[in-house]
């Protein structure tokens, strides 16, 4: 028997261990194998070094930003395969935009306080950049929720480290 109520005593019954653990391990069941494994890849094809220049050069650039980009989504999606609380359906296609994760807030998932007062589902958006990531990204997602009637979303941003620039922290902070 796999449902909340028959496993939250065992989560009373031992004190020593970390309870918001054990509640994050319930609700998702993350393949760090699988999540390590796609996590090096994306840092082998990120570091490859293009020796070509010119157009030839571009293409190559303009292929291993394509898959950088489908890895960083796979990379995503590893987050929410085993999840409890979430069920995800990838690259969906609208009249108006793609959206790259649709997230269905499962019942179980209702249980989390900050998912308990929000819709059934939320937008998921995931964006790979070599440099620090621009506000029309936030303005876009603002959109994406404008115009598929959601109240939540998230956008999965994948960049090297660094101090944001005023615009980006005010607009990530809306």
Request: aromatic share 8%; glycine share 6%; net charge positive.
């Amino acid at each position: 028997m796999n449902t909340l109520e028959a496993w939250l005593p065992s989560i009373l019954e031992n004190p020593d261990e970390d309870v918001n653990n054990k509640i994050y391990n319930y609700l998702s069941d993350v393949n760090t194998i699988r999540l390590k494994d796609v996590f090096n890849r994306i840092s082998v094809v990120r570091n490859y070094k293009i020796k070509e220049k010119g157009k030839k050069g571009k293409e190559k650039q303009g292929r291993r930003s394509r898959l950088i980009g489908k890895l960083f989504e796979e990379l995503i999606k590893c987050l929410f395969q085993n999840s409890r609380a979430f069920g995800v359906i990838t690259n969906i296609r609208t009249t108006t935009s793609e959206i790259d994760f649709l997230i269905g807030i499962l019942p179980v998932g209702k249980l989390v306080p900050f998912l308990s007062k929000t819709s059934t589902h939320m937008i998921g958006e995931a964006k790979f950049y070599k440099d620090a990531p621009k506000t029309e990204w936030v303005n876009e997602l603002i959109g994406l929720l404008q115009t598929h009637s959601s109240e939540m979303a998230i956008l999965f941003l994948g960049c090297s480290s660094r101090i944001l620039h005023r615009d980006i922290r005010q607009s990530i902070a809306l």
